[in-house]
């Protein structure tokens, strides 16, 4: 029988095998010279190897937490390749297969000469990548979205024009530095060229009009948004029932606009005060440069504090750049960027400061605590510590763990007296706002039948959001479809168990305790962080299990 420990290796191989730059982004040696393979025979190959691990899964009763992650990532593989989002997804930063390279590789930041080799031999393969992609994506029933194509060519158009190309970045020896030079110029350029004529030429025309944005206008498409519902959220819950809880939700969110808004404008309603947060120019940004200097601020405060809410915390601490220019446009509002297990770069929290007077900075402080700490960097950077674990623990991409935990650090940060103002606390309200809301709109455009159109009405009249963020945040939907549900199914749960344990442990309930507990698994599925919670509750003395 194979243990969980070497299964859980085994899935984290496929995992790797099919994404071969994250590894090299998380500084895992063994893929540093791939692409990852977008031909269907390659993609079937790879289901397969992980239906078999799934199904292994359960083959024993050593380490049941290891088990159930190593299901949970398997099964993964198999919906997102059962999505084959690689056929239509063309703009988004986190899923279209060649922006997700062109945003990926400038970040590796090879260690000594065979490394740079390593990227070269990486460099070299993106010709064939390319028309193995583009051949892919001309045989597919799958039609796109067409505005999306269209933004990609703009985005491959930028690209192309830029003096200094963003692939040579990880270079830094002068020798390789001119050998990449000369591949990106005589090789890798032309064939990104060919491949944006070739979106022009043959996918634009055929593309799906706004009015048919979903999933759910694709071959089988209601079937595969629903596996991939019950994959991003680790739930049982429907698109149905994800959808309601949208709207009760931003019901519930309205009674604390008004409370807080009271503070800062007097009596309002709570649609007032998301008119008057989006009307006032005093909150925009004045320039790029200060929204950057905030966000290192909002940092360096939650830091500063950290050790008074978790026992353990990152012996690194988080970077804060902004994001790269020619990725701006498409990019989402902001992200985290793991760190490298080999010290090569920091855990980095990205900024986006295009248009910066066109965003709000009410939001600043809500995002800085999702995105670095007490959000994702500091989960990630414990998680990446827990060196007795399997490394697959360590490093699974779980959203509703991950993402539920940066969405329940921005209700934290209250608790931790972080947010400078009640106006900081409104952009807290906001980020509900949003999430609440991505639960309506991701399943009224996948699984309801909504147009693009009614996707950005719904978050005009209910998110705090400007028009280019709106757009960027619909279009990302749309492309890497129920993703956008884990925030809020994730934070729900995490507060659900929280509350659980505070009532049964009372008194001796220790807040930094349960923090420790809920990161020290790494990620989790929800029903196995439960499981974790509830054992930890009845391990205490005088405590009765349920």
């Known amino acids: 029988m194979t243990t969980a420990r070497e299964l859980a290796d085994e899935v984290l191989t496929l995992v790797l095998d099919g994404d071969p730059v994250m590894a090299t982004l998380f500084g895992l040696t063994g893929w540093d010279d791939r692409l990852p393979d977008p031909s269907a025979d390659s993609q079937r190959v790879l289901r397969e190897r992980a239906e078999d691990i799934a199904r292994r899964a359960h083959n024993g009763d050593d380490d049941p937490v290891t088990r159930a992650v190593i299901a949970q990532q398997a099964w993964g593989v198999v919906h997102r390749l059962d999505a084959k989002l690689v056929e239509h997804t063309h703009a988004e930063g986190l899923t279209a297969p060649l922006v997700v390279l062109l945003g990926a590789l400038p970040l590796v930041r090879p260690a000594d000469e065979a490394a740079r080799r390593a990227y070269l031999t990486r460099l070299s393969a993106l010709p064939a990548y390319l028309e193995v992609l583009a051949q892919r994506q001309r045989d597919s029933a799958r039609r796109p979205l067409r505005h999306l194509v269209e933004s990609a060519i703009d985005r491959l158009d930028r690209y192309l024009a830029e003096d200094e190309d963003p692939l040579c970045t990880p270079l830094q020896g002068t020798e390789s530095r001119i050998k990449g030079a000369r591949l990106l110029d005589e090789t890798v350029r032309p064939a990104i060229a060919r491949y944006r004529d070739f979106l022009h030429a043959e996918v634009v025309a ?296 505070e009532r049964r442990l009372g008194d001796r309930f220790d807040i930094k305790a349960f923090h420790d507990l809920v990161l020290s698994g790494g990620p989790l599925p929800m029903a196995v962080l439960a499981d974790v919670v509830d054992d930890w509750c009845d391990s205490m003395p005088g405590i009765v299990g349920h």
């Open 206 to 501: 055929r593309g799906r009009p706004e009015t048919q944005p979903g999933l759910c206008w694709l071959p089988d498409g209601d079937l595969i948004y629903r596996d991939l519902v019950r994959m991003y959220t680790t739930t049982t819950h429907t698109p149905e029932e994800l959808h309601q809880i949208g709207l009760d939700l931003i019901e519930a969110l309205d009674r604390e606009y008004e409370e807080i808004g009271g503070r800062v404008f007097g009596p309002v309603t709570a649609v007032g005060v998301r008119a008057r947060l989006l009307a006032d120019p005093e909150l925009r940004w004045a320039d790029a440069d200060e929204m950057l200097v905030l966000a290192k601020d909002c940092i360096a405060r939650a830091e500063e504090v950290a050790g008074d809410w978790f026992g353990t915390v990152p012996a690194a601490r988080c970077a804060v750049e902004a994001v790269p220019e020619a990725e701006a446009p498409n990019a989402p509002l902001a992200y985290y960027m793991d760190p490298a297990i080999d010290g090569s770069r920091p855990g980095t929290y990205f900024v986006n400061t295009h248009q910066s007077e066109l965003r709000e900075r009410f939001s600043a402080e809500s995002t800085a605590f999702h995105e670095g700490v007490p959000g994702h960097h500091l989960q990630i950077a414990v998680a990446q510590q827990l060196l007795d674990l399997p490394v697959l623990r360590r490093f699974a991409s779980i959203e509703a763990y991950m993402e539920g935990w940066a969405l329940y650090a921005e209700r934290l940060a209250d608790e931790m007296g972080l947010y400078s103002d009640d106006v900081a606390r409104l952009g807290m309200l906001s980020g509900d706002s949003l999430r609440a809301a991505r639960l309506v709109v991701d399943t009224g455009l996948h699984a309801l039948r909504w147009t693009r159109q009614q996707a950005v009405e719904f978050l005009r009249a209910n998110a705090v959001m400007p028009d280019v963020d709106i757009f960027s945040e619909v279009d990302r939907y749309i492309e890497n479809p129920a993703q956008a549900l884990s925030y809020m199914v994730g934070r729900l749960e995490i507060q659900r168990l929280r509350g659980g344990a």
